[in-house]
């Protein structure tokens, strides 16, 4: 299973469970990921009002997450020096 170019969509879910918002749909990868880190660093998600983003490739699955307070949570960051043999 391969996704296509194009096939990523960005949602924000907003605090005191106001519900979410699909921001964009059918994008590359690249946008999506200028995309996220645009809402991450906007008011909202400065402030909290933005409590989550996530992007899903064409079948859905969770691409990339940030948590307000916490950053990028997945994909998981390995340290560097972990990545070494």
Known sequence: MKTQPG????YQYFADDAGH???ASFIDAQSAVQ???QLASS???RIGTTQRIIITDGFDFIAFEWLYGQ??????????QS???
Do not use: H, N, T
């Not at 096939?7 to 960005?10: D, R």
């Open 7 to 10: 096939e990523f969509s960005v």
């Open 21 to 23: 918002e699909r921001v």
């Open 35 to 37: 995309l996220a880190a």
């Open 43 to 45: 008011v909202g998600g």
């Open 71 to 80: 950053g990028v949570v997945y994909p998981v960051r390995v340290p560097e």
């Open 83 to 85: 990545r070494k043999c």
